[in-house]
T-cell receptor
Framework: DQQVKQNSPSLSVQEGRISILNCDYTNSMFDYFLWYKKYPAEGPTFLISISSIKDKNEDGRFTVFLNKSAKHLSLHIVPSQPGDSAVYFCAASATNDYKLSFGAGTTVTVRA | ETGVTQSPTHLIKTRGQQVTLRCSSQSGHNTVSWYQQALGQGPQFIFQYYREEENGRGNFPPRFSGLQFPNYSSELNVNALELDDSALYLC??????????????FGSGTRLTVV
């Protein structure tokens, strides 16, 4: 049962433009959300997170938006850079939960 | 500060064999979790170890087992390997224990191929 879904397997964007990655979840107990970035032959690395008490969190070029009523979050990367080309995973956790539930990932390709 | 290291990086095994994967957690972290990432999918939680005991398990059969040692390093053992066990196995360490998980530090993974 996939509780976290990333429905776009891939995204191609031109350098300097905005990348928007989407993520939907079904478990209403999720209240903490994270984005991880993964390069080939490396493990996922933490990018940015958001608690359900917020609807936006910003860190440099990366902004995550959370819409609790729609059970939807998105990651905005502005401006996109060639080094942003990677697989991005959305993950979620619930209070007192020891595990993360991951989406299937979105492969971002930034074109020069 | 050392990160999470996993060994080996790649492994090929025959169906029915047994395999042991190893993980050293990040310095200061006391909790180790293991995830399986099949091709085209996100990481799936296998189990977590805290204080040398398994304290959470995902939807994986008993032939998946593990250990955590006093220095917080960990092993993942898989018996009676099946072709579907072919995947990237990720180890993640954290300082969460039984509390909410605020995120991990992942290793680079072990790519297991079962033939």
């Amino acid at each position: 049962d996939q509780q976290v879904k990333q429905n776009s397997p891939s995204l191609s964007v031109q350098e300097g433009r905005i990348s928007i990655l989407n993520c939907d979840y079904t478990n209403s107990m999720f209240d903490y959300f994270l984005w991880y970035k993964k390069y080939p032959a490396e493990g996922p690395t933490f990018l940015i997170s958001i608690s359900s008490i917020k609807d936006k969190n910003e860190d440099g070029r990366f902004t995550v938006f959370l819409n609790k009523s729609a059970k939807h979050l998105s990651l905005h990367i502005v401006p996109s850079q060639p080094g942003d080309s990677a697989v991005y995973f959305c993950a979620a956790s619930a209070t007192n939960d020891y595990k993360l539930s991951f989406g299937a990932g979105t492969t971002v390709t930034v074109r020069a | 500060e050392t990160g999470v290291t996993q060994s080996p990086t790649h492994l090929i095994k025959t169906r029915g064999q047994q395999v042991t994967l190893r993980c050293s957690s990040q310095s200061g972290h006391n909790t180790v979790s293991w995830y399986q990432q099949a091709l085209g999918q996100g990481p799936q939680f296998i189990f977590q170890y805290y204080r040398e005991e398994e304290n959470g398990r995902g939807n994986f059969p008993p032939r998946f087992s593990g250990l955590q040692f006093p220095n917080y390093s960990s092993e993942l053992n898989v018996n009676a390997l099946e072709l579907d066990d072919s995947a990237l196995y990720l180890c993640a360490s954290s300082l969460g224990g039984l509390r909410r998980n605020y995120g991990y530090t992942f290793g680079s993974g072990t790519r297991l191929t079962v033939v």
